[in-house]
């Protein structure tokens, strides 16, 4: 059955309209899981004794241990629909807060999103986040609302209350599809079960039932609910089997990558939509230049890294040359061309647009590397992080010889996870590894000492920083150079919310064309003559220059530029990521021999003078915050609310359904370590309770002191709040 499984993929994949490529998102213990498994096991992928008890996706022992998916991987299907055939790929995606990176990536691999809900919870938190991030790529969601045995046969819902309950979940569904993307709501993404976009049923047991299906095979909502309650799970799974009618909606209302990508294209891709590999990707033409984005590395340790990503043009074969940009440019070779089939990965001898592709030999790709024939093309957008590396510990290794080996290590960790911030010193041997939560470093290193084979000691989690500028400078800044003959000036002031929110959405980026990049900037508020004078947005920086007919400055600006990077990286206070800082650049005075002006006297110079600016604009901590939504028993609501003012934090909202109440606060991330055991504890194991990052905000001032001098401490620096004067020199 494999051997022909796999005939049948091969040559599928060179018809785009038989294609769909899908990710099933969902809040996590909804049943992803148990829902993958039994498509899998109904495609005959795997057996239907495994299914459903082998975590067939989450194959990683780690994610077995803790029941909850981790890595995003791939398998195809056939499905036949109607007498036609069609090609299935299939992303996991992990279901749980830490990993929200994974979703991001997932989806932009994707074009479809079955949007997975639990009857008896309702939508949760993480329904609402990777609905967003689905909406945000223009991924197309339909709904299955799962557990519905446990409706009938445990909360004893009659035929008419379920016929309600479903209708709310539906409803909430699409006022979030609404409030996302108002556009694509109107545009037939509005949920609508008697049209067939919804459907519902169970994937422990097997079946699910759709509007379309009902009419197909002539089972009645009736006959569901009779059968259901009278336990005869088996009998539904005959008639109404989960893998049928999920499958079917996938292929009716899904659409293919023909159709997609000139949905999609657009939004993440910005380059010129008139040249070859713009053509090529709007209409998915195997003929065009090939242009993959790499959206997840794994290591196989036969073929060694293996880069997953999508052909949106052109075809790839083995052996093709091909670039990787943002690197060194130099060619890589493709070695193996082929597609995940469950953890098998199949070669085949070309692999055509529209397709997820697995390929050996890109060995200058990392995840979000966009990969061409060109050897210069529009790189794709960057992936999209709801969630910001925000708690990082250090690790050594335990034994000195294994030093070399433990940085090799991590370096492909950083590779494979890209909400890692991995930061290696080779000098110290004492190597910083930031990640999305406590549960995400403990994975991270857990993997580090388990699958890679390496013994290490790891500090306690340390929450990360930012430094941002409070006021807006009166006066420029100056900046000399140690040779004294370099000065440079500059204004800085505050990035205003709005601007801040745009560069985030790219809807201001370097990689844009310089005119759409200039009515943008009008648009949001600034002058002409600034807005066509961006030199460099770094993180949620930017660099205006605001001088005229300086000689030497254009050659100049690269190291101007790499000053500013330097600063940013670790701000005057306390070495933490600067954010939100508008820079302009307003007069500089330039030695006129080049030797006298190269990068060991510009970058200090500008170094110094951004950070003395920070320094006088009342540079301040920010710090990072969660959202935490915790639903317990009425009973138990005071020491759910303790918990969150108990540490720094509030409370905004409160609503009751049945017997139960959710509270819903934030607090700072510096505060919640051990939050898990605590709310346990204080509820006496009562509370459901999940967390969601918050952005930024200013530590209160009465403990900035305290918080700068504890950091420096850490860091090996002077023990004393600095001064503008010292960087003034
Ligand atoms: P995931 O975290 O979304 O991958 O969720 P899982 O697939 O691991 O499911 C979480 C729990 O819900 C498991 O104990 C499943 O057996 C159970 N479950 C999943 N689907 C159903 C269902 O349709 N009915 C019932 N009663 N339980 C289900």
């Not at 990710?23 to 909804?30: Q, S, T």
């Not at 992303?91 to 807060?97: F, S």
């Not at 510096?670 to 939050?675: D, P």
Request: glycine fraction near 8%.
């Amino acid at each position: 059955r494999g051997k022909k499984t796999v005939e049948r993929v091969t040559q599928l994949m060179n018809k785009p309209e038989n294609i769909r490529n899908i990710g099933i998102v969902a809040h996590i213990d909804h049943g992803k899981t148990t829902m993958s498994d039994n498509l899998l096991a109904g495609a005959g992928i795997i057996s239907e004794d495994l299914a459903g008890k082998a975590c067939w996706m989450d194959s990683d022992e780690e994610e077995q241990a803790r029941g909850i998916t981790i890595d995003a991987s791939n398998v195809s299907m056939v499905h036949e629909y109607e007498g036609k055939e069609y090609l299935i790929n299939m992303i996991d995606t992990p279901g749980h807060v830490d990993f929200g990176g994974d979703v991001t990536r997932a989806m932009r691999a994707v074009d479809g999103a079955v949007v997975l809900v639990d009857a008896v919870e309702g939508t949760m938190p993480q329904t609402e986040t990777v609905l967003r991030q689905a909406l945000k790529e223009r991924v197309k969601p339909v709904l299955f609302i799962n557990k519905v045995d446990r409706l009938i046969n445990e909360l004893q819902v009659d035929e008419m209350e379920m016929q309600i309950r479903l209708g709310k979940v539906i409803d909430k569904v699409n006022k979030l599809i609404k409030g996302m993307n108002e556009e694509m709501y109107n545009n037939g993404w509005k949920l609508d079960a008697a049209q067939g976009t919804v459907a519902f049923g169970s994937a422990l047991y097997n079946w699910a039932i759709s509007v379309p299906y009902m009419k197909k095979s002539g089972i009645s909502f009736k006959n569901v609910y009779d059968h259901c309650k009278a336990g005869e799970m088996k009998e539904l799974a005959k008639k109404s089997p989960l893998c049928d009618v999920i499958l079917d909606m996938v292929v009716t209302f899904l659409p293919n990558p023909l159709e997609a990508q000139k949905r999609r294209v657009g939004v993440i891709w910005h380059g010129d939509i008139n040249s070859p590999e713009g053509k090529g990707m709007y209409n998915c033409d195997p003929n065009a230049p090939s242009c993959m984005m790499v959206t997840d590395i794994s290591f196989d340790p036969h073929a060694g890294e293996v880069a997953t990503g999508r052909l949106f043009g052109g075809k790839l074969k083995r052996g093709d040359e091909v670039y990787v940009m943002q690197s060194a440019k130099k060619v890589n070779r493709l070695q193996q061309v082929g597609i995940f089939m469950g953890p098998t990965r199949v070669e085949v001898p070309e692999l055509f647009a529209g397709n997820i592709a697995a390929v050996t030999g890109l060995k200058d790709a990392v995840v979000g590397s966009t990969v061409s024939s060109l050897m210069d093309m529009t790189p794709f957008e960057s992936l999209e992080h709801y969630s910001e590396p925000v708690v990082t510990v250090a690790v050594e290794a335990k034994n000195m010889k294994d030093l070399p080996k433990l940085v090799e290590v991590l370096r492909q960790v950083a590779k494979e996870d890209p909400t890692l911030r991995v930061n290696i010193n080779e000098e110290t041997g004492e190597h910083l590894i930031a990640g999305m939560g406590e549960l995400h470093l403990e994975i991270v290193t857990g993997r580090i000492k388990r699958d890679k084979n390496v013994e290490i000691v790891t500090s306690e989690p340390i929450v990360v920083y930012r430094e941002t500028i409070v006021n807006k400078l009166d006066s420029a800044v100056e900046g000399k150079s140690p040779n004294r003959h370099n000065r440079f000036y500059f204004m800085l002031e505050p990035m205003p919310d709005h601007v801040v929110e745009l560069i985030k959405n790219h809807e201001i980026s370097m990689n844009q064309e310089q005119l759409e990049r200039r009515d943008a900037m009008v648009k949001a508020g600034f002058e002409k003559d600034e807005a066509k004078n961006v030199k460099d947005i770094y993180g949620t920086n930017m660099l205006l220059d605001m001088t005229k007919g300086i000689q030497y400055l254009n050659e100049t600006m690269e190291l101007i530029i790499e000053g500013i990077h330097e600063a940013l990286d670790g701000g005057p206070l306390a070495d933490e990521p600067v954010q939100n800082l508008l820079m302009k650049l307003v007069d500089v005075k330039l030695h006129e021999d080049a030797i006298h002006r190269g990068p060991a006297q510009v970058i200090p110079a500008v170094r110094s003078a951004i950070k003395a600016g920070l320094l006088l604009g009342n540079d301040s901590l920010l710090e990072p915050m969660q959202k935490l939504h915790i639903t317990v028993p009425q009973d138990y609501m005071g020491g759910a609310t303790a918990q969150i003012q108990s540490r720094r934090g509030q409370v905004f909202d409160m609503t009751s359904e049945g017997d139960t109440i959710t509270v819903v606060g934030k607090a700072p991330v510096a505060e919640l370590f051990g939050f898990a055991g605590d709310v346990r504890s204080a509820t006496e194991g009562r509370a459901m309770w999940n967390q969601e990052f918050a952005g930024f905000e200013l530590v209160p001032a009465g403990m900035v002191k305290d918080v700068v001098i504890e950091i420096r401490k850490r860091k090996g620096l002077k023990e004393e709040m600095p001064k503008a004067s010292d960087y003034l020199a």
